[in-house]
């Protein structure tokens, strides 16, 4: 199996449908599953839903994880031990599929803090909206990856070093 690469500087919905070209040469229309992993931007979701109508949508384990993360950032102090302490619970449910449980746990948060209370409202509107996308056991099971390292790896090194190469200049056209 080889792997390709699609990448640009083009608009969303132009870029969409490059991917889909590449994933239609591929085989993605003889393909038993197909899954769109993604950040969490509507424009994501629907692009798949235009290209990918039946295709499974996983929110990146990351971006599910880093709304904890900052939560415990600001409850604790960045750097501050306590903040793995605070988040390992919630990732665990994370991990588990446990998206409610995780949005019952923010309710429960008291803080005095306008920015931590903005923090925690905005980050349950997230899980709530994304839950759905969020079963993250479930697609473990099924094979499915819930992380997007194998791309951003894939951008840091086969993109980024070119890009920044020394003597390397660019610019769009």
Same mark, same amino acid.
């Given at each position: 199996? *080889?792997?390709?690469?699609?990448?640009? +500087?083009?608009?969303?919905?132009? +870029?969409?449908?490059?991917?889909? /070209?590449?994933?239609?040469?591929?085989?993605?229309?003889?393909?038993?599953?197909?899954?769109?992993?993604?950040?969490?931007?509507?424009?994501?979701?629907?692009?798949?839903? *235009?290209?990918?109508?039946?295709?499974?949508?996983?929110?990146?384990?990351?971006?599910?994880?880093?709304?904890?993360? /900052?939560?415990?950032?600001?409850?604790?102090?960045?750097?501050?031990? /306590?903040?793995?302490? +605070?988040?390992?619970?919630?990732?665990?449910?994370?991990? !588990?599929?446990?998206?409610?449980?995780?949005?019952? $746990?923010? $309710?429960?948060?008291?803080?005095?803090? !306008?920015?931590?209370?903005?923090?925690?409202?905005?980050?349950?509107?997230?899980?709530?909206?994304?839950?759905?996308?969020?079963?993250?056991?479930?697609?473990?099971?099924?094979?499915?990856?819930?992380?997007?390292?194998?791309?951003?790896? *894939?951008? !840091?090194?086969?993109?980024?070093?070119?890009? !920044?190469?020394?003597?390397?200049?660019?610019?769009?056209?």
């Amino acid at each position: 199996e *080889t792997t390709t690469y699609v990448g640009s +500087f083009e608009e969303s919905h132009v +870029f969409m449908k490059r991917l889909y /070209a590449e994933s239609y040469k591929r085989g993605v229309d003889k393909a038993e599953k197909v899954a769109v992993l993604g950040d969490g931007a509507q424009w994501i979701w629907n692009e798949a839903d *235009t290209h990918y109508p039946s295709a499974q949508h996983i929110l990146d384990y990351y971006h599910g994880a880093e709304r904890i993360w /900052a939560i415990g950032a600001l409850l604790y102090g960045e750097g501050d031990p /306590a903040v793995k302490r +605070f988040t390992k619970p919630y990732t665990t449910c994370l991990k !588990k599929s446990q998206v409610e449980t995780i949005i019952g $746990k923010l $309710k429960r948060i008291k803080s005095k803090s !306008k920015k931590t209370k903005e923090t925690i409202g905005k980050a349950i509107v997230y899980y709530q909206n994304n839950k759905d996308k969020m079963r993250y056991a479930t697609y473990k099971r099924k094979g499915y990856f819930i992380g997007s390292g194998v791309v951003e790896s *894939t951008c !840091k090194h086969l993109i980024a070093e070119r890009l !920044k190469g020394s003597g390397m200049r660019w610019r769009l056209n």
